[in-house]
């Protein structure tokens, strides 16, 4: 049943073609990724196509796992199905592991309840066919397995799963790891510490694997324009979001997020989402219940993420400078939805006998036909083949896209595609450009310069943040590559080190060695 309720929020991505949304660039993400598995850069950093063609270090700080799993499956289902692919896969995953997680709690119909809350959230409509927003979708996906794992203190489960999360996007990891540590904390002491070793080995190790992208990801960031993640629009002080929105106004646009317009996104938490909420905590004192000091629990964590999305919470993000990099407010709308969808479950635990069974069956029927109708794009474009999007004036606005995300410190905004010059190769993290010179020159390449990059001849900083390089007189053959920094060394040592630890750690639990 979970499947096929699911099913119903992913209709559109069966639909021939590819789908409107605010972050285009998936299928090039993709694209990219292709690229480096082709030059056994790995882990990929580098990208040569964006950056409006002079390339830029995307999947040094962009969240990485979706895009390998993207770049497998591309060989099979081409780049267009591959991107359809791995926006489908979270809103399969996203209600199974929340089902799984209230089943354990709560029991099975409340399990149900929980999922289906989870599975119909405006706002994982929002994330898939208004924004595009890939790796954020991924991350809710994961994240209810991450707290399953955590309450069973299953090892294996609970260290790849944290890694993919941890891979898949830097927003979701800054603002949901608090909430998984104090969930693993509180389940430990509620075991009298039993298996904690095991506990936080997983924990040790699923961060481990995930260092070859994390710690660069938070140790570079000074290398890129990090101000352009906060500007104007992006800048939190804008995005706050009023009590109606959260509550009452049910209006869906396409458009971007204004909040004090009338034209923007929607930032509801949804219907019956809030109302079992409030039904849960407002029974936690009436109604005597074993788990009502969970709900107590639970419900904080509700409140404090949609207390997050209002203005009165600026305070706290004036406090917390790293918040600028959350952006939205709204995002804390994840948070909500994810709690909201356990407190319906526990909800349901008030009632005996044949109730919870009914009641789960209304849940299930009013969450899907009140918000089913939001889970499709604004547009269909039947036509869109991989040949269409990575080519022409398709590619040229993909190579630009998201240009000052990370942009390096060093460059300033190109204002047009870069000129690949005659006899220049380029691959993703090394090119290749061969040259006969009448006289000493300074030659500058279509390649930004960023800790990295080293060439056969002295290097320095030419227009715009490009590679110049001066070449003597004669015939030569110039040559750059792409390397680690010490950080990226250590980080990438890290995540081998962990991944053969895990691979020993099983090898000894099949008893290979005697």
């Known amino acids: 049943m979970i499947v096929g309720l699911s099913l119903l929020t992913a209709w559109p991505l069966f639909v021939p073609g590819y789908f409107s949304h605010h972050d285009d660039l998936q299928v090039m993400r993709i694209f990219e990724m292709r690229k480096c598995f082709s030059d056994f850069q790995i882990p990929c950093r580098w990208v040569p196509d964006m950056g409006y063609g002079n390339g830029y270090p995307l999947f040094n700080f962009y969240g990485v796992f979706p895009y390998y799993l993207g770049a497998i499956v591309s060989f099979v289902l081409g780049y267009v199905g591959a991107a359809k692919f791995l926006f489908f896969l979270p809103l399969i995953l996203g209600g199974f592991g929340m089902y799984l997680l209230a089943k354990e709690l709560f029991g099975k119909y409340p399990g149900l309840a929980a999922a289906v809350l989870y599975i119909f959230a405006p706002y994982r409509a929002l994330d898939t066919y208004v924004r595009g927003a890939l790796g954020e979708s991924f991350a809710l996906g994961i994240i209810p397995f991450v707290f399953y794992f955590a309450y069973k203190r299953n090892f294996w489960g609970l260290t790849l799963t944290l890694f993919v999360f941890l891979t898949s996007h830097n927003i979701m990891t800054l603002i949901f790891t608090l909430f998984v540590i104090v969930w693993t904390l509180y389940w430990l002491y509620k075991g009298k510490w039993k298996e904690a070793k095991k506990t936080f080995a997983a924990l040790i190790l699923g961060f481990g694997l995930a260092a070859f992208f994390i710690l660069p990801a938070f140790f570079e960031k000074n290398l890129v324009q990090t101000e352009a993640l906060t500007r104007a629009e992006l800048d939190f002080r804008s995005q706050f979001v009023k009590v109606s929105q959260l509550f009452t106004d049910r209006s869906w646009n396409y458009s971007g997020s204004?909040?004090?317009?009338?034209?923007?996104?929607?930032?509801?938490?949804?219907?019956?989402?809030?109302?079992?909420?409030?039904?849960?905590?407002?029974?936690?004192?009436?109604?005597?219940?074993?788990?009502?000091?969970?709900?107590?629990?639970?419900?904080?964590?509700?409140?404090?993420?949609?207390?997050?999305?209002?203005?009165?919470?600026?305070?706290?993000?004036?406090?917390?400078?790293?918040?600028?990099?959350?952006?939205?407010?709204?995002?804390?709308?994840?948070?909500?939805?994810?709690?909201?969808?356990?407190?319906?479950?526990?909800?349901?635990?008030?009632?005996?006998?044949?109730?919870?069974?009914?009641?789960?069956?209304?849940i299930v029927v009013l969450a899907a036909a009140l918000n089913w109708r939001y889970f499709k794009p604004e547009h269909f474009y039947n036509e869109v083949t991989d040949q269409v999007k990575l080519s022409g004036q398709s590619f040229v606005d993909q190579q630009k896209g998201a240009l000052l995300d990370y942009l390096p410190k060093t460059a300033v905004e190109p204002r047009e595609l870069a000129v690949m010059p005659e006899n220049f190769t380029l691959w993703s993290n090394h090119w290749e450009l061969k040259v006969n010179l009448d006289t000493d020159s300074v030659i500058e390449v279509p390649v930004f310069d960023f800790p990295g990059?080293?060439?056969?001849?002295?290097?320095?900083?030419?227009?715009?943040?490009?590679?110049?390089?001066?070449?003597?007189?004669?015939?030569?053959?110039?040559?750059?590559?792409?390397?680690?920094?010490?950080?990226?060394?250590?980080?990438?040592?890290?995540?081998v080190i962990s991944f053969l630890s895990l691979a020993l750690i099983y090898a000894k639990s099949r008893k290979v060695f005697k």
């Open 258 to 362: 204004a909040p004090l317009s009338s034209d923007t996104i929607s930032y509801q938490i949804g219907w019956p989402h809030w109302w079992l909420a409030i039904l849960a905590i407002g029974t936690v004192f009436v109604v005597k219940n074993k788990k009502r000091f969970l709900a107590g629990v639970l419900f904080l964590a509700f409140a404090l993420a949609v207390f997050m999305t209002h203005n009165k919470s600026a305070f706290v993000w004036e406090i917390l400078k790293i918040l600028s990099f959350v952006q939205f407010p709204w995002r804390f709308l994840s948070i909500a939805i994810f709690f909201a969808s356990l407190l319906g479950a526990y909800f349901l635990t008030l009632f005996k006998g044949g109730l919870p069974k009914i009641l789960s069956v209304l």
């Open 453 to 495: 990059w080293t060439v056969n001849y002295p290097k320095s900083l030419g227009t715009i943040g490009r590679i110049a390089v001066a070449v003597p007189k004669g015939e030569h053959a110039i040559i750059g590559r792409f390397k680690n920094t010490p950080i990226r060394t250590i980080a990438n040592a890290i995540s």
